[in-house]
Each structure stands twice: as C-alpha cells, then as structure tokens.
C-alpha cells in the first residue's frame, strides 16, 4: 500500500498544469485541467491563477428566411346572368360621341362626330353653320302634295257683245271671255340627305289639267257681236251668238340642290339652286253663228282654234324659311345635331327661274254650213317662237314636323297658298283690226299665273 509521500510525487507533475489558451479558426479557447483541487504540491508552491475566463462570441445569426408570399385566393366564377322574364327595353339613344372631338384643324374630320369646338385659326372669327335639317339622321325623303289651284291667263277676251239700243250712235257693251275653273292637281317628289357638308337634294313633278268654265252668250235682236281674236265677219254676215272654252296642261320638273341651317336660335333657311323644265299646252276653241239680218250669207257657222305647246329648261334658284314657335336651334353639346326642336312653324318658299322656251303656235279658222255653202278660212303658217320666259314662285302657310324611333323618322306636314307666275307664257294668235291683217301683237304675248291651295305631306326614314 503506498502512503502519503508516494502518492505526491505520483500526482506532483498533474498539480502544474498550467491554463492553456488555444486559438483555432479565430476564436479563442481557454482549457483548464485540474487534477485534483484538494490537492497541494509537495513542495508548497501554489501555481498561478488562471485569468477568468472570456465570454465566448457566438456566430451571428443569420436574418430569418422570409416565409413566400401566400398566393391569392381563387376568384369565384361570376354567376350567369339572370335571364329577363320580360323582354328588356332598348337602351335610351346616345349621341354618337360620347365626348368631344379633339381633332387638329389640318387634320380632317371623321364623319361620325363634329368637334364641339370649331378649328379656329389665327385671324378668322369662328363661324358655324348649324344644319337644320329635320331629324339629322335620316338619309331618304319623299313628299306627296295635292294641289287645288286655279288658273289666270291674260287675253283671253274672244268676242264683243253691244248691250246699247239697236239704233244707237253711242255703242257700249261687254267683252266676253272664258275663265277656268278650280281644279285638282299634285306634286310628288324624292329627296336624298347626303353626307357632304349636310346637303340635301330634291327631285319632283307637278301635274295640273285645268278646264275653263261653260260660257256662251246672244246678241239681242238687231245686234250684231264682234270677234275679237278671228278673221270674221270679213267674209260676209254678222254674229249672232258666240261660244268659248279652253283646256290647259301644265307638266313642270324640278330639281333642286341645297342646305339646311340656322341663322338665328328661331330661325332656319335653305338656299338652293337648281333646274326646271316645263312642258305646257293650251287648246283654245271658239265658235260664232251667223246673223242673216243684214245679208244672204252662205254659211251658218264660224270656229277657230288656237293650239300653244311649248317647252322650256333654264336655271333656278330660291331659299326656304322656316320660323319656329320657340327655340328651334338646340344643338347637342357633342354631336353638333338638333335634339328638342319646336313642332309648329310659319314657312315661307320664294324661287325664281329664267327659261329658254319654245312656242308651237297653230291657228286655223273654218266656216260651216250646207254641203253646197262656201267654205271660207284662215290658216296662217311660220307662227312658232322661241322666247325667254321668267318665272316666279311662292308658297307660304303653317307646318307641324316631328321626329320619332330616336330621330329615326320624321313626318311633316305643311298647308299653305302657292303661286306660280310664268311671264309671257300665252302666245295665242289674235286678229289686228288697224291694219286689217291676222298678226301677232305683243299685246298677245300674256302671261299664265296658278295659284290655289297645296297640302303638303312629307316622309324621312
């Protein structure tokens, strides 16, 4: 068994262990080896302590990962839409643009929309002519008009009638002529809205038979009548009673070319220009019959018959008014088009026109009687004219138009009185008593007016 001594020198070299400090990779490590606390070296000395220890630097942590982004829920799939128990209503009418147009004055305008604001340019005031025509949207027209006009025309005196004593010096009396009644005629026409610059264009007809009156007359017993447009009583016998009619065919068409547009909030105006052609005729027929109370004549009747066809074409020109019963210029902000216009309104249509006419003039007269009478005449010959004949026009009166089907449509109506002057229309044949000779006078070159009522109708879709 070892005692005390051995075991110290045994444990002696453990007892110097010193503190051994020891740096790997950077970081410093502090070792400490005690081999035995409670004991003490044999020879008494203590060892050095050991510096205390140094805190030991843990390695950073690294900054947390962050966790991805969630995803986003799946979106539900929409729900059908419910089906209508009732048909649905169209939606309300929208103007074509749903803001203004912002287009470069060089550049040019679509034709679907118009700026709100006029392109104005350095030194030009602006100036916007508004169109006015009815509804804007429609693009085909056509008008149906029932005329009921009556017919003037100058010189139609065919025969004098004394209404003095028989044996009186101082002879008066009355000039008879034949005057035509009212009649029925119609106009009808086509129009075409066109897309340059709102222009509108018209084309119609107007068609009229006008027919004169019954009239006739007798001289009282020891008077004789005088014709005024024959060769008679240059043959011999006197007049003793008298009869006239007459017969007027009156066929016009028109073209027209013009523009719609406000001049005032209440006030719109087309001026237009155009071309017209007209193809008329007049039948003029008078009969006399013979007196046998100052001479033995061989025959018992005398007639002549006057017969005009002409043609005619030359320029027109003209402007129509409208003045509405309130603010008939109501403009939408962006479509530049009229919305809300008034119904009711007084027009009022003024034309004139220069023709180039030609006149087929036929004048012949015959005496009737017993197959072994004498038959005597007149037919002159080289009669036709070819003349410039003016003529004017004019139509006045109240209109009612209305839109619907969203501007769609329109129907308007207007009742007026019409005239129509057409300057030396009649070139009938007439008998000169001065010289004695049958000879146009310009006192025979008159004049054909018409005039009546019309109704017009007119239809946009």
């Known amino acids: 068994m070892m005692n005390w001594k051995q075991m110290s020198k045994v444990l002696m070299p453990l007892s110097f262990l010193s503190l051994t400090c020891v740096f790997a990779d950077g970081e410093l490590t502090d070792t400490l080896a005690f081999a035995n606390a409670s004991l003490i070296a044999a020879d008494g000395n203590c060892p050095q302590p050991c510096p205390a220890p140094r805190p030991v630097c843990p390695k950073p942590c690294p900054p947390p990962a962050c966790p991805k982004p969630c995803p986003p829920p799946a979106c539900p799939k929409p729900c059908p839409p419910k089906p209508c128990p009732k048909p649905c209503p169209p939606p309300p009418c929208k103007p074509v643009c749903p803001k203004p147009c912002q287009v470069p004055c060089e550049q040019p305008r679509k034709t ?5 604001v006029p392109c104005v340019r350095e030194g030009i005031t602006p100036f916007v002519l508004t169109t006015s025509r009815p509804c804007n949207d429609v693009g085909v027209y056509f008008f149906v008009d029932a005329l009921y006009w009556y017919t003037d025309i ?10 003095s004593p028989t ?26 809205d066109l897309d340059h610059d709102e222009w509108d264009t018209d084309f119609y007809y107007t068609w009229l038979v006008s027919k004169t009156h019954p009239n006739s007359f007798t001289v009282a017993v020891g008077q004789e009548a005088k014709s005024l447009d024959t060769n008679f009583p240059e043959f011999g016998g006197s007049i003793a009673a008298g009869s006239a009619n007459a017969k007027l065919n009156f066929n016009v068409l028109d073209w027209e070319l013009g523009r719609w547009f406000y001049i005032s909030d209440s006030i719109s105006i087309r001026p237009f220009t ?3 052609g007209s193809w008329i005729n007049l039948k003029e027929t008078v009969s006399f019959n013979n007196s046998t109370l100052f001479t033995v004549p061989t025959f018992t009747g005398y007639s002549a018959k006057n017969r005009t066809k002409s043609w005619a074409v030359g320029p027109s020109a003209g402007i129509k008014s409208n003045w509405y019963f309130g603010s008939g210029n109501t403009i939408d902000p962006c479509d ?14 003024f034309s004139g026109a220069l023709m180039y006419s030609h006149f087929q003039n036929k004048h012949s007269e015959v005496s009737t009687g017993p197959a072994t009478a004498t038959v005597y005449g007149f037919t002159p010959s080289h009669l036709n004219r070819n003349l410039m004949v003016p003529v004017l026009t004019g139509f006045m009166g109240l209109a009612y138009d209305t839109c619907f089907n969203c501007d769609k449509y329109h129907f308007g109506i207007r009742l007026g009185y019409e005239l129509q002057y057409w300057f030396r229309q009649n070139q009938r044949f007439a008998f000169d008593d001065a010289t004695v000779v049958p000879r146009y006078t310009r006192s025979t070159s008159e004049d054909l007016a018409l005039q009546g009522m019309t109704l017009d109708i007119r239809f946009d879709f």
């Open 112 to 116: 679907e929309c118009v700026p709100c």
């Open 167 to 192: 044996l009186s010096f101082n002879t008066s009396g009355k000039n008879e002529q034949y005057s035509f009644k009212w009649n029925w005629g119609f106009k009808v026409g086509l129009g075409f």
């Open 336 to 349: 530049g088009h009229v919305r809300s216009r008034p119904h009711f309104s007084i027009f009022g249509d």
């Open 274 to 276: 155009g071309l017209k």
């Open 154 to 163: 100058g010189n139609t005196d065919y025969a004098f009638v004394p209404t």
